[in-house]
């Protein structure tokens, strides 16, 4: 049994939370929110973005963070991508060395461009970091539907711990090195994903999503192999896999941000209506000045960005991308000379 403290109470937070004590974990959640330690005490439940799971008493509930990490053997860094970073810093001082920190937020930093392992080995440099990513929707990992994850890590010896300190016969856990593929791939889907919403939105069909998609994850794969990531794991489960479930479930808050945007919202009023963190608009400026600065084909996301943050039509966006100059398919991949 190892102590598990999950920094974050939000449906993810709690649904991971249910898995490692279903594990025989020693689970604390911790919230930075006053009112969101308050009901989750006293409910048992997120009754916003996790009704209907209660939380069991044996997984203690905080408000201290430092009670909160003490003698802590893994802590899951489940907050929100815009506050990796402030929460990251918050623990200075508190943890020890080598402390295993595994990240479960998906997003790029918008001013450095940085990862979210990347921002916490930034404030905790004598840290472990992990990440763990994949198709997982919190509304179903917590009522144990079978799912498949994977997580990375620098080290294989604290990969291979993690890998079984979450899996179960319903959480199945796979093993990487390629930690910045795996964050690149969780961070940048959610860019598709907000585009797959607006052609829903628009009113269009299973042809157009799935053109989208399959456009989508070769955006993601070129540019996560001009920033040093290996192109096999933008097609495994944090590439694909994620890409898959986000653009087309009903749980997406990207998608559903995305479906409002489509049907004549603008970004502020859908994500008003969504009332949950839309990761994929976090990203999207990010994701977009990273296909300048490596030049980098990618017009699927930049049309997000200028139906985001200029006003575009998604209308336009969708002509934009229909009929730009044809080419092949694959960059590289010509017919020989005869």
């Known amino acids: 049994m190892a102590k598990v403290t999950v920094l974050g109470g939000g449906g993810w937070a709690i649904a991971l939370a249910m898995v490692l004590y279903e594990n025989k974990n020693d689970v604390t959640i911790w919230s930075a929110l006053d009112k969101e330690v308050e009901a989750l005490s006293n409910d048992r439940e997120n009754k916003i973005s996790l009704p209907g799971v209660i939380i069991p008493d044996e997984i203690k509930v905080v408000s201290d963070l430092e009670t909160a990490v003490k003698d802590t053997d893994v802590i899951i860094m489940a907050v929100a991508s815009s506050y990796v970073r402030t929460t990251a810093h918050s623990l200075q001082g508190k943890i020890k060395k080598g402390q295993i920190i595994v990240d479960v937020a998906k997003g790029i930093e918008d001013d450095t461009y940085n990862t979210m392992t990347e921002i916490i080995v930034e404030e905790l440099p004598d840290c472990d970091p992990v990440v763990l990513s994949g198709p997982s929707h919190a509304e179903e990992v917590a009522?144990?539907?079978?799912?498949?994850?994977?997580?990375?890590?620098?080290?294989?010896?604290?990969?291979e711990f993690v890998q079984n300190l979450f899996a179960n016969e319903y959480f199945r856990v796979y093993r990487s090195p390629d930690m910045k593929s795996i964050e690149l791939g969780g961070a940048l889907k959610n860019v598709i994903a907000l585009a797959a919403g607006v052609i829903d939105g628009l009113g269009f069909g299973d042809n157009t999503e799935a053109a989208l998609m399959t456009r989508g994850i070769s955006e993601i794969t070129r540019l996560g192999d001009a920033m040093g990531g290996h192109k096999r794991t933008f097609y495994g489960l944090s590439g694909m896999g994620d890409l898959i479930v986000t653009c087309a479930s009903k749980h997406s808050r990207n998608r559903r941000a995305g479906v409002l945007i489509g049907k004549g919202y603008t970004l502020e009023e859908a994500i008003k209506e969504v009332n949950m963190v839309v990761e994929g608009a976090v990203s999207a400026k990010a994701a977009y000045e990273l296909t300048q600065k490596y030049n980098i084909d990618a017009p699927i996301i930049k049309a997000v960005n200028k139906v985001l943050f200029e006003g575009m039509d998604p209308h336009d966006a969708m002509n934009y991308l229909m009929n730009r100059k044809l080419t092949n398919e694959f960059i590289g991949l010509d017919w020989e000379d005869e």
Request: zero cysteines; charged letters at 20%.
């Open 143 to 159: 009522r144990q539907i079978p799912t498949s994850v994977v997580i990375g890590s620098n080290n294989e010896e604290t990969a």
